[in-house]
């Protein structure tokens, strides 16, 4: 018999992964876009890549996302279903709604992704990279909104974090770990 969602604690359907996201096969993967929508590097450019012009089509008419906002579209080549393109903040400090910015652009994701049906979902590790915010801060903001978010949407079944390197897994891991210990 399958375990009813809703009686799993919220971090248990959270899971850390080694990998390229572009590959998963999930409801819908997250991306890690900039408010213009425009593409860039990193894993912004990877899903462009990977998924084909589709994606991009449905970015330009759509136009613009407010950082800790998040929009969607369909998922091309992708194995996914859909991109959730969410917009993490700049980092800047620490002085500038970075904290709150990171955590809701997780809460809307994980929003639109109930709101289209999704039950499993795949995040990287958003504002990490080009957009300079530190791993160890990032952690537990960004697994802390997800728990959040999954205590009020039990449908959604699974979440799974997915970075390109251990040494970015190991500190989701740490900050799930003490997450796990404050629940
Ligand atoms: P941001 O501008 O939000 O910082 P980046 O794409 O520069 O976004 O980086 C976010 C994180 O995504 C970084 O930790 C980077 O190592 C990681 N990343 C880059 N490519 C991929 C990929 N193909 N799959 C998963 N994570 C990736």
Redesign the pocket.
């Known amino acids: 018999m399958q375990a009813d969602p809703t009686q799993v604690a919220a971090y248990e359907r959270i899971e850390l992964a080694l990998g390229?996201?572009?590959r998963e096969h999930v409801d819908a993967i997250v991306n890690?876009a900039n408010s213009a929508l425009r593409g860039g590097?990193?894993?912004?450019g990877?899903i462009h890549r990977a998924g084909g012009p589709e994606i991009m089509a449905e970015c330009r008419k759509i136009g613009y996302c407010a950082p800790g906002e998040a929009v969607i579209t369909a998922a091309g080549k992708l194995p996914a279903r859909f991109v959730i393109h969410a917009v993490?903040p700049v980092w800047q400090g620490g002085g500038a709604d970075e904290e709150l910015l990171l955590a809701s652009c997780h809460e809307r994701a994980l929003e639109l992704a109930r709101e289209h049906g999704c039950r499993t979902v795949a995040f990287?590790?958003?504002?990490?990279?080009?957009?300079g915010?530190p791993a160890r801060l990032a952690a537990p903001v960004a697994l802390a909104a997800t728990n959040d978010a999954l205590i009020r949407l039990p449908r959604i079944e699974k979440v799974r974090f997915?970075?390109?390197?251990e040494e970015?897994r190991g500190v989701f891991e740490q900050a799930l770990a003490l997450l796990e210990k404050s629940a």
Do not use: C, Q
Request: proline share 4%; no cysteine; net charge negative.
């Open positions: 390229d996201i572009t890690a590097g990193g894993v912004d990877a993490g990287p590790a958003i504002s990490t990279g080009a957009y915010y997915v970075f390109v390197d970015m």
